[in-house]
């Protein structure tokens, strides 16, 4: 029912051979760096960026980028799931509230150490996906983007009443997480690049997952789910592993935006912010990786773009994102690449 | 010869219909037993329940000496149990050959591997072309499983079954929906398949049937009237009447 | 005086699962009948509080303001059918998030530069002020109770549409399987078009209702939307009766819940930790009451039969 239409289903199969097979293969795959082509030059932009904004000098645009690749890295693990696995997680927020948490509660409990709270991060949210996935996957299509909704409203809810944390009100953290008892990460220049050397880490790592054997079992299953039980696959437990790994990186990215605002609260796992990471998804164009990146980016430089001409930039935003769903089917990847 | 799949008593209702009605079947090593009847008789919701897609209400199988009865079908698949569909099941977005590839993935070696190419996987590939020149698709490899056309799709998926190295293949109407030339294509693909492997094939087209089968049973409004070979069947008065002698009214 | 408060409790809950009713009638025939997934329902509802402010302004009659309102809400839903909704039926569920939650966006900033973000208040009708004592020692605001009866008369009216006429009928069989009915020779794209129409005219009489016990704010159909969706998925996408259901079940369960857990929790807890616990279960029960009903029953509690 859901997407069966997707563009990576849509995408021919990448012809990959073996350098020494049979003649009647097609022709071998290209070069890393064609292959990747965009999102090299994605993280080659985001390389440089601190050294343009610096001429401009203003400290906003790096804020806006690290956003930016915060959301790029939490999208991304939505997409392992959403894209790769044809599961719609409409509580994918809870994941990063989870990792905000982690590091807001720890703070408060003089732990600044970053190796602790990203053990503490990485543990929960791995632990949370585990159980709430297992109960989740056990619906199909619709039923299953509801209870992923319910379980990212209980963690919303519970945050709210954590009331020695903050509450409704949120939490201010006292200072950035702390490596081997320096402040090194109050520099942005340092911590801008912790970002990105963790977002091209993200990506690396969920290219090889999107293209392992675990990878080809995720995408065979959105393909057809009976036709890979048919060839000896339980579809259950593979589908678990992807949305325990989803729920990592995404606890990873909820870690990296605590630190960046020095702020956690419950409004960063309200459903809209779920909603927004799909909207990412699929606004760059799913299945894709670089799509999620893309859409992260265009989704907050355009909010920030609009906003900076009307403070009610949210008039001419929702009806860009419905001449989207009409017309650009397969998002803005999937707009360029019929364009070509 | 040895029993190699087993049905006793099975039996499966939907609502107050019973489709498949008290049937006890034993398949033995190597035939190629075939399973006809007419439409509506329950052959796909016996082959289902064979192949775990449908649980059963009450009976057994038993397939190579194991109580599979409750096993789920990825299991039985395991243990080497294969089907194909009567509508066409494949990954319609992989090329064809990996989607060959893809079933030999699934009984060689681990799935939970986060890293490495599997299409550079010599052992996987080789295997998956193997089964593609049985069923004759060598030169369609690399094209887009979707885009090949109704019989090559029906070609495809018998190499897919045939991936998973079956002790058993369940064949649900090979040639359901296949075009004159493309179903003598398939009955010669199923001639070199007969003596190889253990076939029990589920067809509504008889005459394809009765020159394939060693052994054919008749199924009618869930229940098996006759089994035997083919001759026997096709002189049993009881199948004549509730069958043939539809066919030829 | 604690039996009136469970009394009290239970009839706000009652009135709450009544609204909640209105609002999920049309998102489960819209979910059920055309598999579409509409975000947007939830502005809908806030669009008829909106409206109603308006009209009731404008005459200085609230029965009048929402008289005015009702049809303007179905012409709006109409509207949007028209311009976005009906092109997004074929597409697939994703699509129609990313659509519909950019309606959300657009209408929760329209409201705030046509009426301002600050929250709008709606008199309640002379006739309708106050309490009446339903028994000794018992009161309760009249307008409340003017809700749960109206949206009574909605359900019955619901009932007989749904069961008893031939569009109905036809709805019926589009929830169980819309192909055939299109098969059928019916005008599939009409049907689509009235049930759109009615569902967001039913969200928009909800909106107008609470209007005058609520403030009329932007943003105020988002939470709503969520509480929608948790009754069709335990009512059964695309049932009626489960919606109806399901409504009354956690309009209670959220208004008891809210008030009671602390003190049900104080039977095996120390008070303190007791009520802290209560707090922050509360707003969570609705939720794991979901992720019950689809562990146990995985279509809903009146799951439409396909």
């Known amino acids: 029912m859901l997407d069966t239409a997707s563009p990576a289903a849509k995408a021919p199969a990448t012809a990959t051979t073996p350098a020494d097979a049979p003649a009647a293969s097609a022709a071998p795959r290209p070069p890393l760096w064609r292959r990747e082509a965009l999102a090299l030059a994605l993280f080659a932009f985001f390389a440089v960026a601190p050294a343009i904004a610096q001429v401009g000098a203003e400290g906003y645009l790096l804020s806006l980028v690290i956003r930016a690749m915060i959301f790029a890295i939490a999208a991304l693990s939505l997409d392992l799931i959403l894209g790769y696995g044809a599961l719609v997680s409409f509580g994918h927020a809870a994941f990063v509230g989870i990792g905000c948490y982690a590091v807001g509660i720890l703070m408060a409990h003089a732990v600044p150490d970053i190796f602790v709270q990203l053990l503490v991060t990485l543990v929960a949210s791995a632990l949370f996906a585990f159980v709430t996935g297992a109960i989740s996957l056990r619906t199909k299509g619709v039923y299953f983007i509801m209870i992923t909704l319910a379980f990212g409203q209980m963690v919303y809810f519970l945050t709210t009443s954590l009331a020695p944390y903050g509450g409704d009100d949120g939490l201010t953290l006292p200072s950035r997480s702390t490596v081997l008892g320096t402040d090194v990460l109050e520099n942005d220049t340092v911590f801008y690049y912790l970002v990105l050397a963790c977002l091209v880490g993200v990506y690396a790592l969920l290219r090889a997952i999107v293209g392992s054997r675990f990878g080809r079992v995720l995408r065979g299953t959105k393909e057809n789910a009976v036709r890979m039980q048919a060839i000896g696959y339980d579809p259950y437990r593979y589908q678990l592993a992807a949305y325990v790994i989803a729920g990592m990186i995404a606890g990873l990215a909820g870690f990296l935006l605590a630190n960046q605002l020095e ?13 927004e990471l799909i909207i990412m998804v699929v606004l760059g164009g799913m299945g894709t990786l670089t799509g999620a990146i893309v859409g992260a980016m265009s989704f907050l430089f355009l909010e920030e773009i609009l906003a900076r001409i009307t403070q009610d930039w949210k008039l001419i935003f929702g009806p860009l994102l419905v001449l989207v769903a009409l017309f650009a089917r397969g998002g803005i990847l999937g707009f360029f690449r019929r364009a070509k | 010869m040895s029993v190699i799949l087993e049905l006793r008593n099975l039996r499966k209702n939907y609502g107050a219909l019973a489709v498949t009605d008290d049937v006890s079947l034993s398949v033995e090593a190597g035939e190629l037993h075939a399973v006809i009847g007419p439409n509506g008789a329950g052959k796909t919701t016996l082959i289902h329940q064979i192949s775990g897609l449908a649980p059963s209400d009450s009976g057994a199988i038993l397939f190579d000496g194991q109580d599979v009865t409750h096993a789920p079908m990825h299991e039985r698949v395991r243990a080497g149990l294969a089907r194909s569909f ?27 591997r986060f890293f490495g190419d599997p299409s550079r996987e010599r052992a996987l590939d080789d295997e998956a072309m193997e089964a593609l020149a049985t069923v004759g698709l060598t030169a369609r490899a690399d094209i887009v499983a979707g885009q090949l056309s109704h019989g090559e799709k029906r070609q495809l998926e018998l190499a897919i079954a045939l991936a998973t190295r079956p002790k058993l293949l369940l064949l649900d109407e090979p040639l359901a929906g296949t075009g004159r030339e493309e179903s003598e294509r398939v009955v010669e693909t199923l001639q070199g398949l007969k003596n190889r492997y253990t076939i029990v094939l589920i067809e509504h087209d008889m005459e394809a049937v009765f020159a394939l089968a060693d052994r054919v049973s008749v199924l009618v409004y869930g229940r098996v009237i006759a089994t035997g070979a083919p001759e026997v069947v096709r002189a049993d008065a009881a199948v004549r009447e509730a069958y043939l002698g539809e066919e030829a009214a | 005086m604690y039996t009136t408060l ?77 311009l976005v909704f009906r092109h997004l039926y074929d597409k697939d569920h994703l699509e129609q998030v990313l659509a519909t939650f950019g309606i959300i966006l657009f209408l929760n900033q329209g409201v705030k530069v046509i009426w301002g973000s600050s929250p709008l208040f709606v008199p309640v009708p002379d006739f309708l002020q106050g309490s009446i004592v339903l028994f000794e020692g ?73 209007a005058p016990i609520l403030s009329v704010e932007p943003g105020m159909g988002d939470n709503l939307l969520i509480l929608a969706f948790v009754v069709i998925v335990i009512g059964g996408i695309g049932s009626i009766r489960g919606a109806f259901l399901a409504a009354l079940i956690i309009g209670l369960v959220d208004t008891l819940g809210r008030t009671f857990a602390g003190d049900v929790l104080r039977l095996f807890l120390e008070p303190g930790a007791a009520s802290t616990i209560g707090r922050a279960v509360a707003p969570m029960l609705i939720y794991i009451l979901m992720a019950a009903v689809l562990f146990f029953r995985p279509a809903g509690l009146f799951p439409v039969k396909r």
């Open chain 2, 86 to 112: 009567q509508i066409t099941s494949i990954l319609p977005g992989f090329s064809a050959r990996e989607n060959v590839a893809t079933a030999v993935q699934a009984r060689s070696g681990s799935s939970f």
């Open chain 3, 138 to 210: 018992f009161f309760y605001p009249v307008y409340r109770l003017a809700i749960i009866g109206a949206g009574l008369a909605v359900a019955a009216l619901l009932y007989v549409l749904v069961n008893y006429t031939r569009a109905g009928m036809l709805v019926r069989a589009g929830a169980t399987n819309a192909k055939m009915v299109a098969a059928l020779g019916v005008d599939i794209r009409r049907l689509f078009m009235i049930v759109f129409g009615f569902g967001a005219m039913l969200a928009g009489f909800a909106g107008a209702m609470v």
């Open chain 3, 6 to 82: 469970i009394l009290v409790q239970t009839l706000n809950g009652l009135q709450f699962g009544i609204i909640l009713f209105l609002i999920a009638a049309g998102l489960t025939l819209v979910f059920g009948v055309m598999d579409f997934i509409n975000l947007a329902h939830g502005v809908q509802y806030m669009i008829g509080a909106y409206f109603a402010f308006a009209f009731t302004t404008w005459t200085g009659n609230f029965g009048l303001g929402l008289l005015l309102a009702l049809p303007t809400a179905l012409a709006f839903g109409l509207l949007l059918e028209a």
């Open chain 1, 263 to 275: 702020f956690v609260s419950p409004a960063f796992i309200s459903w809209q912010r779920s909603g």
